[in-house]
C-alpha cells in the first residue's frame, strides 16, 4: 500500500453545558456533537527512514505546527508508540476546516491520522484501541472518529449515542483570525463569585438540556434552532464583540438558530432547507461582517478511509 486517504469532518455542539473547572484544570462537559460535511483529508505515505513528518496546506496552512507538537504527528506517534511500529509515515493534510474555529480542526486531524497510519502500518487497532488514543489526543478527537451524532461527557470524550433523527442545513462563518479554546474557557470562568465557582454554574455535573434532547428526537428543525444552546458563546463574544453583529444578521435572515460554534469564533445558523441556506449564506457573504461563509449538513460520518 503506497498512499492512504482520509477524510475527517468538522463538529458543531448542538448543546454546550459546562461545569466549573475540575482539579485537572479541565472542565466537564455535557455536549451533544454533530459531525457536519466540511472535510480535511488526511494522507498518509510510508516513510522508509522511519520518521514522523506533515505538511499542510489549504485553509490556515501558515499557522498549522509542522513540528512534533501537530496534533496528527503526535497522533501518529502515539499509534506507533501503542503498536510497537518503526515504519515512519508521511502525512500530508489538505485543510478546508478553519484554524481554532471552534470546529475540531486540529481534533479531525488528529482523528484522521489515528485512522490512515491504523490502514497504512495495518495495526489493526479495534475501535475500543482507537477510541482510548484518541481520548489522549484531545476532548473532542474521540468524537471525530466516531461522527454522527452522540452526546459527549466528561471532558467531552466519553461518548454515548443519542435518540435522533433528521438532517440539518448549516451555514457557517468564519472569522478573520481564530480564538483560543482555553482563554475562551478561562473568560468563563472569570465571570466566578469565587475560587472556581461561576456565577452561572448549575450546581452538579452539567446536563444537555432536555429540551435539545427532545427536539432531536422529533428531527423537527425548527424546534433544534429553537434548543440550540452554548455556554461558551458569551465568553466568546465578551472576547469578539464583532460577533453579535453576524449573530444578528443570521436572526434577521431568519435563521432557525444562530449560535457561536464551540469556543468560536465560527458563526453557526440553522436553515430550514437547502433554499434557505443559500439565502442565508448569499446574506452573509455580502455582509462583510464575516471572511467566509460555507454551507455544510449534518450528521455525516466519522474520520474514514476513501482509498
Ligand atoms: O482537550 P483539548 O486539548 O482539545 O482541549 C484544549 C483546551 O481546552 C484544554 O487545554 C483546556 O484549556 C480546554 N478544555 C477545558 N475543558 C474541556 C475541554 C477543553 O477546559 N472539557
Known sequence: MTTVTVRAPA????????????????????????????????KARPAPDGTLSVSVTGEGHDVVPLDATNLAVR????????????????????????????????????????????????????????????????????????????????????LSSVLARGSYEWVLAYAATGLSTPQVYAELDRVAIGPGVRADAAPGAPEVAEPLMAALRSGDPYAVGLALHNDLEAPALRLRPGLRRTLDLGRELDA????????????????????????????????????????????????????
Open 11 to 42: 463538529k458543531i455542539n448542538l448543546g454546550l453545558s459546562v461545569g466549573p473547572p475540575r482539579p485537572d484544570g479541565y472542565h466537564p462537559l455535557a455536549t451533544v456533537y454533530q459531525a457536519v460535511a466540511l472535510y480535511d483529508e488526511v
Open 75 to 158: 497522533a501518529a506517534a502515539l499509534l506507533a508508540k501503542r503498536f510497537d511500529v518503526d515504519e515512519g509515515v508521511a502525512l500530508s493534510i489538505h485543510k478546508t476546516i478553519p484554524v481554532a474555529g471552534g470546529l475540531a480542526g486540529g481534533s479531525t486531524d488528529a482523528a484522521g491520522a489515528l485512522v490512515a497510519c491504523d490502514a497504512l502500518w495495518g495495526t489493526q487497532a479495534t475501535r475500543d484501541d482507537l477510541l482510548a488514543l484518541a481520548s489522549e489526543l484531545g476532548s473532542d478527537v474521540p468524537f471525530c472518529l466516531v461522527g454522527g451524532i452522540a452526546v459527549g461527557t466528561g471532558r467531552g470524550d466519553q
Open 256 to 307: 432557525l438558530g444562530s449560535m457561536v460554534s464551540g469556543s468560536g469564533p465560527t458563526c453557526l445558523f440553522l436553515a430550514s432547507g437547502e433554499d434557505h441556506a443559500v439565502d442565508l449564506a448569499v446574506g452573509l457573504s455580502s455582509s462583510g461582517t464575516c471572511r467566509l461563509v460555507q454551507r455544510a449538513s449534518g450528521p455525516v460520518h466519522g474520520a474514514r478511509l476513501v482509498t
